[in-house]
């Protein structure tokens, strides 16, 4: 068995990682809020240990986590379905669509390729040029009639860059006419500053955004993601496949408390803004060409450096090596933006080993 994604800090720490035993792992390959879960998540899970209704199955529906989120988005309750992590999702739309072809961007997130596979689909590219990796016009030529999935992620990831919102529209308008499922994964669109597309799902009925608490919230141990979708078709078709009770009653109770907790995002978010700024002048002054992410997370790259990874390994940090991403290479890494003092110390170690 093979893993292939940021946040492996198991296996780091069974192979000896983490300096030594002196302390634990500094984790910067998965792009998770630095802050932690929210104080009322947090508060509301402790108090959930003691409730009698972890005995009960939870509500398979989510309904007032839904509604929430309802508020949050100012779609009907209908158009929200949740589920374990937004990857579970992924591979729930996959297997309720059923497509014969699905076009991807590269790189991209791989689970969309994996959950494509398992429900039979053909895998179409279209490959973001180096090196400025932007989607551009050009995609719209790829979608044709036979494109019966689209999965764009915004802001990108690796990349951290997003796309402008108008050629999401358009792309969105040449979906309608192909009778393309378009999947916009937003789940890092929170970090950004701009809007998520949530005013367009009235529009154009084959749009589907996939959210997650995961990375915001600090709740990637929870698992909790839930999609947005005008068509009840698609909401029925998604909550239908997969077993009945897809969020439990913790991750339920969570996300509901950290939704309340508004101060949290705001810090969070100033936070990251200023932070990102700095890892980016840190990394370029170390000589890394980096690219100008929106969110939470860098790319960055020097040619020639192969083995940055298991450099910073032996200093207890961890970074995301990019290699098993389609059109990049072993020499492009991505790290996630963390509190100032870890940001410093990911910064020195990468002075002493580059």
């Known amino acids: ?29 998965a792009n998770i809020s630095p802050l932690g879960l929210p104080a009322a998540a947090a508060g509301a899970l402790r108090a959930a240990v003691g409730d009698s209704s972890l005995c009960a199955y939870p509500d398979a529906f989510s309904r007032a986590l839904t509604e929430k989120l309802a508020e949050k988005h100012g779609v009907p309750q ?142 990637a141990g929870l698992r909790l993601g839930y999609i947005l979708a005008a068509d009840a078709a698609v909401c029925e078709g998604v909550f239908a496949t997969g077993q009945p009770w897809p969020v439990s009653t913790p991750a339920q109770v969570a996300g ?30 170390l000589g890394f060409a980096v690219w100008d992410g929106a969110a939470n997370y860098l790319l960055f790259q020097k040619t020639g450096l192969l083995d940055l990874k298991e450099r910073l390994l032996g200093r207890g940090i961890l970074i995301r090596s990019c290699a098993n991403f389609r059109g990049l290479d072993a020499s492009y890494y991505r790290a996630c933006v963390r509190l100032p003092e870890e940001n410093g110390r990911l910064l020195a170690a990468l002075e002493e080993v580059s």
């Open 78 to 219: 209908a158009s929200i379905v949740c589920g374990n992590g937004a990857a579970d999702l992924i591979f729930r739309l996959c297997l309720w669509r059923r497509p014969g072809r699905v076009l991807l961007a590269a790189p991209g997130f791989s689970e969309y390729a994996r959950a494509a596979a398992l429900a039979g689909a053909g895998v179409s590219w279209y490959d973001l040029a180096p090196p400025a990796f932007r989607t551009g016009e050009d995609i719209l030529a790829h979608i044709t009639e036979g494109t019966d999935m689209l999965f764009l992620t915004n802001p990108n990831n690796p990349t951290g860059l997003l796309t402008d919102r108008a050629l999401l529209l358009r792309i969105a308008e040449r979906c309608e006419a192909t009778g393309t499922l378009f999947v916009v994964d937003e789940c890092f669109i929170e970090f950004t500053d701009a809007a998520p597309l949530d005013d367009a799902l009235a529009a154009y009925p084959h749009l589907v955004l996939l959210h997650a608490f995961t990375k915001f919230y600090a709740m």
């Open 256 to 285: 509901l408390a950290a939704l309340s907790d508004k101060a949290y995002g705001e810090r969070l978010c100033a936070l990251i803004k200023k932070e990102r700024v700095k890892l980016k002048s840190g990394l370029e002054r």
């Open 1 to 29: 068995m093979n893993y292939t994604h940021g946040g492996d800090i198991w296996t780091a720490e069974a192979g000896g990682a983490g300096g030594g035993g002196a302390s634990p792992l500094l984790d910067f390959s």
